[in-house]
């Protein structure tokens, strides 16, 4: 009786197990779906978050090759004693007409709008344009805020709606100087219709999933957040965030976007928090702030629009559950992890630069093929910002670091495919110059210590500008990296000594193919001012 009982017992027992079994079947399918689902609604969101950020990349690198096409134009235009001997003879046809003439070839070759020379009161004295129906000559731009940031001895940059064409333009002006006086100011104005070209080709280029694609807007705004470019045209001369009164009656002053209201972008382009629930008109964002013009880059990209993603997710967790959506995520950090292992390893991540583990993984190629060939030659240059101690202790680590940033921007900029940019350590720099003719890498680092020269870095409404100086040693046949090296840092050490701001050959032709201050003296002709 005992062991009828016991049986029973145990199959009453697997009965009322089956009952939940076929029960917990569906629910945890339910389950997954539902975990998968939501999964998918966050890979959604990192997949229009990596779009957003690999496109605020291209637009960036976009934008900032107009701004540094044109950031040395005045200063060009400045040099030509035409222009400042018709500030100071405004009365006088032939200067004037010398002046005029002048400005117009400078124009032409760097297909900027107008370039044109001001007095002390904002009368347009010369201009490129000046025999055009839109001439500026005799125009008054006294209210331009380039205009008075110039003529105090700064670089004024400013974005509006042209006062005689009715156009938008980027502005650019710098100061004329006879001696320690400002006599007048030299401004050019660059259209950006080319680069809302070139940024609303991008937005339609953004690939995507399915046949569809994923739509895109890039928005570039002012310094104080006003949308002067858009792909969509319906935000177009909007605000980021609500103007100060102040702000928006300097605004009205200059005149910089005409009787444009300026109203605020629609809140529904926010994106939503990560963790919540897919809304039907959510967007994801990803911001860049230029720091040359102190323009802020804005990407947008629907999620909606990477709805495939939520289905597959949604899929895959009906099928696998809890368990795959961890492995999935185990898989996914551990590829991140190596990334970023990798990336720390390969490159600097303040300046961008190679590691120094990199230059010694890849110099010794290098210097294998200039001993098999000597026509493989290159040039190193150990580069070294001046009084940079001195930096760190007025404006703080901080702004230290803005300046190694900004100074591996431009380093990388000016560098070839074939050169190697390493960072060495602190404010220590390495070019590696692969250079087709003798004397390259001096010009290379005699350009950047020009570029850096006029390159001010914003730092809390002040400018912070430093010096650099520099070695230069092209390797020999035979030499080892910490012989080469070694030369190239002599060098430096005698530029640091004999006053800084300077670059030294290690050693210098005696044959005259490359005289002295050759790169200065065609980045700085004599007779400016």
Known sequence: MFRNGLHSFRRGSLRALRIPALLWLPLAGVLGAGLGGWWGVQ??????????EAHLAVAAVQTRALLDRYELLPDIAALFPCVAEALQAPDDPRRIAAANHRLAQINKRVLADVTYALDREGHVVAASNWDSPGSFVGE???????FRDALAGGTGRFVGIGLSTGKLGYYLARPIRVGPRNIGVIAAKVSLTELERQ???????????????????????????????????R??????????????????????????????LPSVHRAAPRLSLLQPDE?????????????????????????ETI???????????????????????????????????????????YSRMYMNESLPRL??????????????????????????????????????????DLVRGQCEATDLAVRLGGEELAIFHVQPVPGATL????????????????????????????????????????????????ALYRAKRAGRNRIIDADPPTDGSLPPGLSAQIAEPSGAD
């Open 43 to 52: 890979q959604a969101r990192r997949d229009a978050y990596a779009h957003a």
């Open 235 to 264: 935000w177009r001369y909007r605000t980021l965030a609500p103007l100060p009164v102040a702000t928006r009656a300097a605004l009205a002053v200059s005149g910089a976007y005409a009787d444009e209201p300026l109203t605020l």
């Open 311 to 353: 289905w597959a997710h949604a899929l895959l967790g009906a099928l696998l559950g809890l368990l795959a959506a961890a492995l999935v995520l185990l898989v996914l950090l551990r590829e991140i992890y190596q990334r970023r292992v990798l990336a720390a390893a390969i490159r600097d991540p303040l300046t961008g630069l």
């Open 443 to 490: 010009r290379l680092a005699e350009r950047l210590r020009l570029l850096v020269q006029h390159h001010g870095v914003r730092w809390e409404d002040r400018e912070i500008v430093v010096t650099l100086s520099g070695g230069v040693a092209e390797h020999r046949p035979g030499e080892t990296l910490v012989q080469v090296l070694r030369r190239a840092d002599r």
């Open 140 to 146: 008054n731009y006294a209210q331009r805020p380039y």
């Open 199 to 233: 940024l609303a080709e991008l937005a339609r280029a953004l690939p995507g999933h399915g046949a569809l694609g994923i739509r895109a807007t890039v928005l570039l705004a002012d310094a104080d957040g006003v949308v002067f470019i858009s792909t969509d045209p």
């Open 367 to 408: 210097i294998a093929r200039h001993d098999r060939d000597p026509a493989a030659a290159f040039g190193v240059a150990i580069l070294d910002l001046d009084h940079f101690k001195r930096i760190n202790d007025r404006f703080g680590h901080l702004a230290g670091d803005r300046l190694l940033a900004e100074l591996g």
């Open 283 to 307: 967007m994801v964002s990803r911001d860049q702030t230029l720091p040359t013009a102190h323009w802020r880059l804005r990407v947008l990209v629907p999620v909606v629009d990477s709805a």
